[in-house]
């Protein structure tokens, strides 16, 4: 059943040009349709998982991201309360979804045993953290 549906702007990534889609938000799914002058195939589905992040860009105006475990989505809104509506609707749905038993980042989470390391800090000045994106990734490095 859908919980928030519309039209967005969608970034290709094969080439980095904005094509106007139709999305449909379920309670566990992201749904993602072609144009009807492209044609009507299979939508894209996205799984809506508590790993699924947002983030707003700046790429374009009123957009925003959303990086899945092997994926991720740009979108973009007519304007800042679309946008505002689509996040709050995400929001929402991601905390009460399920893992997906096919993320094989998730499941090598639960199967490694955690590493502790202990840092000590030689100076007085609080330490700078750098989160750097790669992909789907996140790297910490203390600067």
């Known amino acids: 059943m859908p919980v928030h549906s ?38 894209q589905k996205f799984i809506l998982t508590p790993n699924v992040m947002i983030f707003s860009t700046t790429l374009k105006e009123h957009s925003f991201e959303l990086v899945f475990f092997s994926d991720s989505i740009h979108l973009c809104a007519a304007s800042e309360e679309e946008k505002g509506e689509w ?14 038993k ?15 390391s202990t840092v000590v800090l030689q100076s007085e000045r609080s330490p700078g953290i750098l989160l750097e994106r790669r992909g789907n990734w996140a790297i910490v490095s203390i600067v």
């Open 6 to 43: 519309g039209s967005l702007l969608s970034l290709d990534s094969s080439n980095l040009k904005w094509a106007r889609k139709y999305l449909v938000l379920t309670e566990d799914c992201l749904y993602i349709h072609g144009h009807r002058r492209v044609g009507f195939h299979a939508p």
């Open 102 to 116: 096919g993320d094989e980042l998730q499941a090598a989470c639960f199967e490694r045993d955690v590493d502790f």
């Open 87 to 100: 996040i709050h609707a995400l929001e929402q749905l991601i905390p009460r979804s399920i893992y997906d």
